[in-house]
């Protein structure tokens, strides 16, 4: 599940970013057959914080080739799950399961570590595992992150902190962001000097390199990098106010210490992904020098999704299937790790038409909007799956198994399972 700038939603909040699992549809495909997985049965808990409201475990996923890892986050005091009003300030116990990806047995589990309710959980192209925890709230000892390394078995192999950002003199977490391939770790710490940035190796987390942006130089928030350079959206100056905001922003690339260059606004960054704010989940680099990009005000134009070089031209469009009335390009956008296949996220609303039928009846029963998700390769415009996850939840937690064509492997309320695609020709 991939980092934000800085802004952490609560749990029941979090569960509106969660794919659901229920009508999963699959085609009969080559490759090992899908499991479900129950994580009541492993620490995943729901609660009632008071009449009319529940709360739930938080929950991250990360994919290797030979581990899935599940981060289950509950609050420390177990006394506090039946009571009313749970705090999201109060020091919570972050486990790791690690299950066999062929057969969804759970090898291990590690912990408890112990931080804020958000944290993050990354794999790394060495199969580690990267777990980032918080410490602004009730925090014992300096305040910040704590970053681990983990080895595929949950093994502690290094831990670093990082110190937190200065925000309007208050501390705040920084800028967190990796590679697709997993390779490449950039954190960014703004001061009031300017921004601290530190490039780290991620399956070492030794520093590759650090520089810093001076203050009052303009530099561009920073929303995906790969292995060598880095795409941003120019900051404005002037202050957001409710129902403001860039319409069109400026978007500038450019490799790693050097000079910005701009960068067509092909792309969409209206909204954003869970965990740190500001950092789309509609765009990702494909490789180092490629990146998939969504312009949804051209909807199902084929140059809605576009596959572009950094330097602003476009490699190719991918071709939509056809899908049902009233589906939307929605996002998001998620890239393999081994960077041979991406997927994009569709809405589907049948709502729309039962509205359309019932105008003058305005039923109360609304149908919830359903997600599908196309998957292609990085090598060519035509699909090669879909997957029709269901419609319990608007947008998800997802990630693309390294079998071909690509598994899904679904991280839903209490539920982790991997589904085969129905494949396209």
Not at 215 to 229: C, F, M, Q, R
């Amino acid at each position: 599940m991939t980092g934000l700038a800085k802004l952490r939603m609560s749990p029941k909040i979090a569960l509106f970013l969660i794919l659901g699992l229920s009508g999963v549809s699959c085609a009969h495909a080559s490759g090992p057959p899908g499991w479900s997985v129950d994580l009541k049965k492993y620490g995943y808990q729901e609660w009632q914080e008071r009449p009319g409201i529940s709360n739930a475990s938080a929950l991250c996923l990360a994919v290797t080739s030979n581990v899935f890892a599940v981060a289950v986050g509950n609050p420390s005091s177990k006394t506090e799950t039946g009571k009313q009003g749970v705090r999201v300030d109060a020091n919570w116990e972050i486990s790791l399961l690690l299950f066999d990806p062929p057969t969804g047995k759970l090898n291990s589990k590690r912990g408890p570590w112990t931080g804020d309710m958000s944290f993050e959980l990354y794999s790394t192209s060495q199969g580690n595992l990267l777990l980032l925890l918080q410490h602004f709230h009730q925090a014992i000892g300096d305040v910040g992150e704590t970053l681990y390394l983990l080895s595929p078995t949950g093994d502690e192999l290094k831990k670093i902190s990082l110190p937190p950002s200065i925000l309007n003199s208050r501390q705040t977490w920084s800028t967190f962001l990796i590679s697709p391939t997993g390779s490449s770790v950039l954190v960014a710490q703004v001061l009031p000097d300017g921004v601290h940035y530190k490039l780290l190796n991620a399956d070492t987390l030794e520093i590759k390199s650090e520089w810093t942006a001076d203050a009052g130089s303009n530099s561009p928030k920073v929303l995906a990098i790969s292995d060598k350079e880095w795409l941003g959206r120019s900051v404005s100056k002037a202050p957001r106010t409710i129902g403001t905001g860039d319409e069109d922003p400026k978007f500038f690339v450019g490799e790693f210490d050097g000079t910005w260059s701009p960068f067509p606004t092909s792309i969409d960054v209206g909204h954003t992904g869970y965990g740190r704010f500001w950092i789309s989940n509609q765009l990702a680099f494909l490789s180092d020098s490629t990146i998939v990009g969504l312009n949804k005000k051209r909807e199902m134009a084929e140059a809605s999704i576009t596959v572009l070089g950094s330097d602003g031209t476009t490699v190719f469009s991918p071709t939509i299937p056809k899908l049902e009335p009233y589906t939307f390009l929605s996002g998001p956008v998620n890239v393999s790790q081994d960077g041979r296949y991406f997927a994009v996220g569709f809405t589907h609303r049948p709502w729309l038409s039962h509205l359309m039928l019932d105008v003058w009846k305005l039923d109360d029963t609304i149908m919830p909007d359903e997600i599908e998700l196309i998957v292609w390769p990085s090598s060519g415009p035509l699909p090669v799956a879909k997957f029709h996850p269901g419609s319990d939840l608007e947008a998800g937690v997802f990630s693309l198994g390294f079998d071909d064509p690509p598994s899904l492997v679904l991280l839903g309320r209490s539920t982790l399972k991997v589904v085969r695609g129905q494949p396209l020709r």
